[in-house]
């Protein structure tokens, strides 16, 4: 019966997309404006239905992070709004041929943005990523399938249903956001298959989600999220640049997937730096953890193990380790890193360039905080998560990541030899 | 014990991706011309590599066909080299920055093409696949890791050993090219799920191989190949050039994903255009199975059945159907086909442009055969393969097909607020 119900709604969200990749641009943001008005007006019943799963929770026993996550406020509710209209006074990501060109025989061949077709999110508790998720795909002209957590089901379904029916009065297809309405597990196991609806599927959660989806999918999933992030402070650093940077990389919203969770110092500087960074760190709450030798420099600094190396800490912890030049700090980034952001601290031009020729990762940074990886601060006006794989889109992934192209060719008869 | 092995190749690979990328164009392209020149100059030992796999082909009783695309020649072998000099000659498709932005924060934003890391192909019988992947990973600065079916085993040990050698002899780093050399078939097992060395699976061969891929695999995959292709002959079609393109289509070359599979005529047009069709197709050896309404026009047309309209036929036969308009064209291609090359005759503007703009496939034709579709037809000097799938990379993969991006920040300090 649920795999039934799922592929009927894959069914409308693959008819949608059909329609969705005829509709121009301006329908598809008075679309957007439309659901971001709906979300306002009818806050009390978004609100009505959050007060249900948040009793819910409470029941049973959600944790004070996870209620947090769960609630829905007036306020959140004007930033989810927020979000639709600036995603609304964005261009268009689909529809331009960005290439163009005519062969030997006469053929001329453009390739134009096009819509992905069926994007499937399957999330956790936070029900913004509701609106966020389907503004985006509708922004980039796809339908799109959602899969809420449990936990947020009222929420989800009452948000749906204003914003879906918001589109539909502005003239975008029944089914281009839908939201699967069942709380059972094998919902997500059903999506995790099916090819014929979904072109692609996005899990923006934990990695305990992410790794289900990565390694039960046959649906090409793109991989988002966990971030062990570096900061490597060179020997030509600015010092002062450097202690600023770390401790923002670090402390600005420990939680978040492009916080740093290892800190990289060159031995030559270590001991003018770290002092200053462990008194800076202390005074913000964070527990250090050292390798062998920085220890001798701050003894009370609590040693880091082998695993500490390959944590995704997402709170106020940070190693520390000592590297003997720029090849042993790529190495290590190499080694424990999960490709997301990285940052060298450095005047030096050469140690610069290196760093961001031969580091791989999503987003190479020389001078700045690894904070910066999001689709605002990149200008992308929004994001649908941030990828780790580099299949398809790497980094923050904006209404531009979610669409690919086709080729179209003009002939005149034009046969093979 | 597999498992190790293999796991060891995808470190060495992964250590080689690294270098690559540090490499510049030069050297890629010097290699490239001195594995061409290996080839040539060691078809000796090639071609008594080869003979090995052919007596225990012939010996296990491999059919005509299969032997047929194992075989190895001096002439095959020339144009395998005169395809790595074509690569050599191509543009390099990594380094380039495509785009660069600033931020109002005084952040510097450049999108970067790069290499993926390391491809891993899986593939069957011809051995040129060996030379060819390996040349198109190695021009876009991609290791190789390369697992040829069993059948091939000897020829492609010979040409790994080859090629690779030359490679490093020009400075490419060891591990760059490398073979999987065992006929176990554990090994595709576990390229599928290593995870940590691969960055993509690309697939060539049957439906069956690529299923099972496409199933099992935990590393993301571009799906190649299969294709149910369509050409419709609309009423406002010039019934010369359909006729000329319908029979290229179909007979050109049937046993390639790009060939015609189904051909669909508007109503208005198939008592004129059917006749002659049938009789060109005949001449060319084509059976041809009609819906019953064609077969009222030309009698001696087989009846096709529901499963006709999904086959790939890969042979000299032809699915033929009456649509009452583009409308029912467009609804029965995307009921049947396989997202990979369409194409419609008509001399109508409106109805050539609904038919490029709506229809889902990697190429939409207009007046046109389906049988370019083909990296070497599109200008792209050589293909990997024809992917199928929306994810990255649509229809013919090129070198710049087996690149991804990452942002380089070039920042002055910045924190984030």
């Known amino acids: 019966m649920v795999r039934e119900h799922i592929y009927k709604l894959g069914e409308d969200a693959q008819k949608a997309a059909r329609g969705l990749a005829g509709i121009n641009s301006k329908t598809k943001d008075e679309a957007l404006k439309k659901m971001a008005q709906a979300l306002l007006q009818k806050s009390a019943e978004i609100l009505e239905a959050n007060k249900i799963d948040m009793e819910n929770g409470k029941k049973n026993g959600l944790s004070q992070t996870k209620l947090d996550r769960l609630l829905l406020t007036e306020e959140r509710l004007e930033d989810m709004a927020d979000g639709l209209n600036t995603l609304a006074a964005l261009p268009d990501s689909v529809g331009e ?7 030997p025989n006469g053929l001329e061949i453009g390739r134009i943005n ?3 077709g069926v994007i499937g999110i399957i999330y956790e508790a936070r029900p913004n990523v509701t609106v966020d998720a389907a503004g985006l795909c509708l922004k980039s002209g796809n339908a799109a399938l959602l899969r809420g957590g449990s936990e947020a089901f009222y929420s989800n379904q009452t948000l749906t249903w204003i914003i879906a029916h918001a589109a539909e009065t502005a003239g975008i297809p029944a089914g281009a956001i839908q939201l699967v309405e069942t ?37 090409p999933v793109i991989e988002t999220g966990v971030g062990n ?10 010092l002062e640049k450097a202690l600023n940077i770390a401790v ?4 600005q919203r420990p939680g978040v997937c492009n916080a740093m ?10 001991e003018q730096f770290l002092p200053e960074l462990a008194q800076r760190m202390k005074q913000n709450g964070v527990e250090l953890r050292g390798c062998d030798e920085t220890r001798k420099i701050i003894p009370e600094m609590n040693l880091a193990e082998e695993e500490d190396w390959a944590s995704e800490y997402l709170e106020l912890i940070l190693a520390v380790k000592i590297v003997d030049n720029l090849q042993e700090a790529i190495e290590h980034i190499h080694a424990y890193g999960t490709k997301h952001s990285e940052a060298i601290i450095t005047e030096n031009y050469t140690s610069a360039r290196q760093f961001q020729k031969i580091v791989d990762a999503a987003v190479v940074y020389v001078n700045a905080s690894t904070r ?29 990541q979610l669409t690919t192209y086709k080729y179209l060719v003009f002939g005149n008869g034009q046969v093979r030899e």
């Open 114 to 116: 096009v819509p992905i």
């Open 261 to 270: 969770e290892t800190l990289l110092v060159h031995r030559e500087v270590v």
């Open 248 to 251: 923002n990389a670090k402390v």
């Open 229 to 238: 992030c570096h900061t490597y402070v060179d020997k030509d650093a600015d």
């Open 183 to 219: 709380t059972e597990r094998e919902a997500v196991d059903v999506m995790l298959g099916m090819n014929k609806y979904l072109d692609v599927l996005i899990p923006r959660g934990g990695a305990g989600l992410i790794q289900h989806v990565v390694n039960n999918a046959t649906v």
């Open 97 to 103: 041929i960005d290439n163009m060109w005519k062969r």
């Open 372 to 400: 910066f990886t999001d689709g605002f601060e990149f200008g992308f006006g929004a994001e649908i998560g941030i990828s780790t794989q580099k299949l398809h889109a790497r980094g923050p992934m904006g209404p531009e």
